[in-house]
């Protein structure tokens, strides 16, 4: 190609330029509109109900979202290498240590609800410090593999494998016990289970330890639950709703052993799957909806996707998957043209966090999966989730000034 002063002279300003992705920033910064919007539209009953303010949501959601914009546009603009590992790593040790301390902390300062302590109450608004932690962790992680495991040979032995490997199982073992079984969330877990076992494939570890790992991760993850009687309730509601699908297709000798008579109502998905029937192709409208008015709790945390869907329909669902897949796209995108190894295990985390936490969420509202109560990334009401994420994604962004630069230089040194 040829390449005359003016285009030298662009190429140059360019580099000095180093603008992020902002495309990325506005698809984010769209879903945390939407989601200010029914943060309003779905608590109509909650508002009632505990004699709130009807804008005490819509306020707070508003206050959190434009913070979290203007966070993220402020973290687009600072240099990577000064930012992103003071960050990753503040956030993984003090959140940690914040996790553990959560148990013997004064009950006026942590929020329990539905039997897990999960909050801490400050001034004005609760925090969830396992939001926090995950950016933590998927740094560590990356920095850690590059340091430790990405330049060892593939073709180790299954004990050195192990042996490798070990400091950081053990870690997870510590976080899986603080989160699963002090906090009670096993979305939580299945989400860092997820993140940990794919930065280990591109960290290029071989197929023998992931055989492993799922071994290890099925007998552990069927012991989190019968340890849990909450989450053995959840099966069987779960199993109630889908068992006449499965035994229809499967033999009929295996009927009397699979079938299980009694179980309790599957309540809340139930009523998901009405309000998902309800929106149909274009919704009901927005702020009509029916199924916030007291029949589905949590409709605007847990359960957003399905209120959401009810007032804009299967087509406003569609618009709203679209952004997130073109989120998760565009951090992959990144993830693949930077040439940092950290910046390239970070951002894969990231994008596997958001995508990870929507597919929990939507496949557990459908019924396809047991409900796992992990929030809709930028659209769920919560402030620490919103907050997190925008960290993570501004994080991302200041990386993505980095590939713009390495792109440029290359254009450069073409001529």
């Known amino acids: ?7 030298i002279k662009s190429i140059n300003n360019n580099l000095n330029k180093n603008e992020a992705d902002y495309t990325l920033f506005i698809l984010v910064s769209l879903l945390i509109i939407i989601s200010i919007i029914f943060s309003y539209s779905l608590t109509i009953y909650t508002v009632e109900y505990f004699g709130y303010n009807q804008f005490h949501f819509f306020i707070r959601q508003s206050l959190v979202g434009i913070v ?3 966070l993220m546009w402020f973290l687009s603009k600072k240099d990577p290498d ?5 960050v990753g790593m503040t956030f993984f040790i003090i959140f940690f240590l914040l996790m553990i301390a959560m148990p013997f902390l004064p009950g006026s300062l942590v929020t329990a609800s539905g039997g897990a302590n999960r909050w801490i109450r400050l001034p004005g608004f609760s925090l969830s410090p396992v939001e926090f932690f995950k950016i933590g962790f998927i740094y560590f992680l990356s920095w850690s593999f590059h340091r430790k495991v990405i330049y060892q040979p593939k073709k180790l032995g299954l004990v050195d494998e192990v042996l490798l490997l070990a400091p950081y199982f053990l870690t997870f073992f510590v976080v899986v016990f603080i989160i699963a079984f002090l906090q009670k969330d096993l979305g939580q877990v299945v989400l860092l289970g997820v993140i940990l ?5 591109f960290a290029n570890r071989s197929f023998k330890i992931f055989l492993a790992l799922g071994i290890i991760a099925l007998v552990g993850l ?3 639950i019968v340890a849990a009687p909450h989450r053995i309730q959840r099966i069987h509601s779960w199993w109630a709703m889908v068992q006449d699908g499965i ?3 499967l033999p009929s000798w295996a009927e009397p052993y699979l079938r299980i008579d009694e179980l309790p109502e599957p309540y809340q998905v139930s009523h998901s799957l009405n309000a998902i029937h309800n929106g149909g192709f274009f919704g009901q409208g927005v702020a009509l909806g029916d199924i916030k008015v007291g029949f589905l709790s949590e409709v605007h945390t847990d359960f957003v996707l399905a209120g959401i869907t009810e007032e804009i329909g299967l087509i406003g669902l569609f618009i709203i998957c679209s952004l997130i897949f073109s989120i ?15 910046y390239h295990l970070f951002t894969l985390g ?17 019924g396809m999966i047991p409900i796992k109560g992990i929030a809709v990334p930028f659209l769920s009401y919560g402030g620490s989730s919103m907050l997190a994420m925008a960290v993570s994604i501004g994080l991302v962004l200041s990386i993505s000034r980095v590939v713009k630069e390495e792109d440029v230089k290359k254009k450069v040194k073409n001529i």
């Open 328 to 342: 998760v796209w565009r951090i992959f995108k990144i993830s693949r043209r930077v040439e940092n190894p950290i």
């Open 222 to 224: 069927v012991g989190l």
């Open 82 to 86: 000064k930012i992103v590992e003071k």
């Open 197 to 201: 076992v794919v930065l280990l494939i």
């Open 68 to 70: 979290s914009i203007f």
């Open 350 to 366: 990231v994008a596997l966090m958001v995508i990870v936490a929507f597919l929990i969420n939507s496949y557990g509202i459908s």
């Open 1 to 7: 190609m040829y390449f005359n002063k003016t285009n």
């Open 247 to 249: 035994l229809s297709v």
